[in-house]
């Protein structure tokens, strides 16, 4: 494989750029997007304009979940049907971008707001943008994942607003005015087109490699590091060729290419990255050290559950389909290990990706990417993990290794008493409306959380604050490796102390380590949180709704986020309290009950959750991803419907087309049971009186 990739061709970029095309402004403007994609009208870029920009594009907006069930070309059909905009008439939300608009349109150029492509890590979202003709996306702010996909496939990004009068006037642009800024390997990256010619470039030694500022002359011995510092550190590759990695110490703003210990992806990106791989270095070519390499089959197992009678006309249903038989073909073919779809009468998944990893792979100071932005889960026990795209991923299939620019980090430290009814997922909920992550700050940093109420709690409420980094829009999360990572180690997996107590040594942070914030949070203040629809930053108290009770029709309890072990305590606990004051879940409310993995069902059936359930009346569902990205049970069916869930976001058709809050397991359990949003409070009475009376808020 290596040897045919060493004698094939590779040409940078021209060193100056013109683009044939038009500009198209995502605005909140259903009038004027509709005038720009069906008329032909092109817009000017005036302060008002700039001001009816659209800001938080989620990837769920660029590329519905429905669309990434096609994995090559046909993906240019379809950029931005998830894209609501407000119709200034009536004052309702529209989606005004159809099928081939944007190719048929002739852009070239996509312009947006602030914290473009938040959310999911799918690559798929600039693919579908690269093949509907656009080559230059402009943006106050990007986020991390979709900034690098772009990069990894050629589309070009910038926050210079100025650029786009320029691309109008067919001017040719140095191709550095792209690459300012960028550390070494970004900027090549870019001159190169793309990550899998810049990787040809350099087994080809054509490229310039940054050496680790420690290893400079005169470098200083060490240096107070944060702990992701630390793992980066140790797996900074020095000779790639020798197979040597690991360096005394490593800054923020460094860049370089880190072994992984553990790369994983799952059935919405394994058929892409497979035929990118079989595409470009060979379809008999072998991945390479295939045994630290997983692949999971988790996100669509139900869809054929959710999927319309119009969409499996339409042939979608099948489309689908043929990612878990790509997979699988792959897998097979590559001696991978798939944890695929369970065997015998039960439908359902071995585990959702993020649950498996955590249970059974993640250590301490281990560095991990995963195809899904959120792979921070495993950060719970003190490893560096983050989600990387599909182009990423394919690479690191013949590299092993992960560029990264290191990031800088931020520290959130959390203290005081919690409330018994105060989870993790509160305490996400009140940090995803901090103004720093609101504003978009965080992009790309590490969040590192700390603080005695952190320490206090367990791996799995450690895996839901790591999880949600991924919200944060952070590089991804980590909590330092302690007596509870140890313990967790030995008693769930089943390692040998000594082994365990030897992996958390040194995996903390350095006292006069730096962080560009500190961000203190008083758990003893905050109460039972919910997000109000459409963005996870939507963060409110709940009791601050008691005067507007707002209907649910649906309860969610699960996820990746909200399917461990402690989460299915907490919804039994609550449901155990109503049961005995002679309650059900509400005769108006669907509710599902999902876990993440066999291991945590098995716990379930072990503790009596399971009869506890049933009897209930809500619905236990096998593992998976489900509700939470459009393709399972538990997922809303029109407008009007509303939906309260634990898991880790709520963007705009996330969970179908209604009305989706966020809250804790405890919230979700009791809202179940009273048919509206409310928080539980341990030992009271349910407040289920005036649930029948009330109206849509």
């Not at 990894?152 to 109008?168: A, K, P, Q, S, Y």
């Amino acid at each position: 494989m290596i040897k045919d990739l060493l004698d094939r061709p590779i040409e940078k970029r021209p060193d100056t750029l013109t683009f044939e095309g038009r500009i198209l402004y995502l605005v909140d403007d259903t009038e004027q997007m509709k005038a720009q994609l069906y008329e032909g009208k092109n817009l000017t870029l005036t302060p008002e304009l700039k001001d009816h920009l659209r800001d938080q594009i989620s990837t769920d907006e660029i590329t519905p979940a429905y669309i990434c069930y096609f994995y090559d070309e046909v993906l240019g059909d379809f950029p931005y049907l998830g894209l609501r905009t407000t119709n200034r008439r009536t004052g309702e939300t529209d989606y005004p971008v159809e099928r081939n608009a944007v190719r048929n349109g002739g852009f070239v150029c996509s312009v947006a707001g602030k914290r473009r492509g938040k959310g999911s890590s799918r690559e798929a979202s600039p693919y579908a943008e690269l093949h509907a003709g656009i080559r230059v996306v402009v943006a106050e702010s990007i986020e991390r994942i979709y900034n690098e996909n772009c990069q990894n496939l050629g589309v070009l990004t910038t926050h210079d607003f100025g650029m786009i009068e320029r691309i109008e006037a067919g001017e040719s642009i140095p191709l550095a005015e792209f690459t300012e800024g960028k550390d070494e390997i970004t900027r090549q990256i870019i001159e190169y087109g793309g990550l899998f010619e810049f990787n040809v470039a350099r087994l080809q030694n054509k490229v310039t490699l940054p050496v680790s500022d420690s290893l400079a002359e005169g470098a200083e011995a060490t240096r107070p590091m944060t702990l992701s510092e630390k793992i980066f550190a140790r797996h900074l590759v020095v000779n790639a060729a020798e197979g040597r990695t690991g360096v005394p110490w490593v800054a923020p703003g460094e860049a370089g290419f880190f072994r992984t210990d553990v790369r994983f992806s799952h059935e919405y990106v394994t058929p892409m990255a497979a035929i990118f791989f079989e595409s470009k270095v060979g379809p008999q070519s072998r991945v390479v050290d295939p045994e630290s390499v997983l692949f999971f089959r988790d996100h669509l197992t139900f869809l054929g559950k959710v999927m319309s009678e119009e969409r499996i006309e339409d042939g979608l249903l099948d489309v689908a389909n043929q990612l878990e038989v790509k997979q699988r073909e792959f897998s097979q073919k590559q001696g991978i290990k798939l944890y695929g779809e369970q065997m015998g009468t039960r439908q359902g998944s071995v585990a959702i990706c993020h649950s498996k990893i955590l249970e059974e792979y993640a250590e301490p100071g281990m560095l991990i990417i995963g195809s899904d932005s959120h792979t921070p889960h495993a950060g719970a026990v003190g490893a560096v993990a983050f989600g990387v795209g599909t182009t990423a991923i394919f690479n690191s299939w013949i590299t092993k290794d992960v560029r990264v620019r290191v990031p800088k980090s931020f520290k959130v430290v959390v203290t005081g008493t919690p409330a018994p009814n105060v989870t993790a997922k509160d305490y996400m909920l009140e940090i995803l409306r901090h103004p720093y992550i609101r504003d978009g700050h965080a992009i790309g940093q590490i969040i590192e959380y700390a603080g005695p109420s952190v320490a206090a709690l367990s791996v799995d409420e450690r895996a839901t604050m790591t999880n949600m980094a991924a919200e944060v829009g952070a590089f991804t999360g980590i909590i330092a490796a302690d007596q509870k990572s140890v313990e967790f180690m030995v008693n769930e997996r089943g390692m040998d102390r000594a082994r365990a107590e030897a992996l958390i040594q040194g995996m903390q942070s350095d006292p006069g380590a730096e962080y560009v914030k500190v961000i203190d949070i008083d758990a003893s203040v905050i109460r039972p949180m919910a997000a109000l629809p459409n963005d996870p930053g939507n963060g409110v108290f709940i009791d601050e709704l008691q005067g507007e009770r707002v209907r649910i029709d649906i309860a969610y309890a699960g996820s990746c986020t909200a399917g461990k072990k402690d989460d299915m305590d907490m919804y039994a606990r609550v449901l155990a309290e109503a049961d005995a004051q002679g309650l059900h879940v509400h005769a108006d409310v669907r509710c599902y009950i999902q876990c993440g993995s066999l291991e945590v069902r098995e716990y379930c059936r072990k503790k009596g959750y399971l009869e506890l359930f049933e009897r209930m009346g809500a619905e236990f569902i096998e593992p998976g991803c489900g509700a939470c990205i459009n393709a399972g049970p538990g997922v809303t069916q029109s407008p009007d419907e509303i939906s309260i869930s634990s898991q880790n976001r709520n963007f705009p058709g996330r969970s179908g087309p209604g009305n989706l809050y966020l809250a804790s397991p405890y919230s979700v359990a009791a809202s179940a049971v009273c048919g509206y949003v409310t928080q539980w409070s341990p030992g009271e009475a349910f407040d289920i009186a005036s649930a029948r009376k009330l109206s849509v808020v």
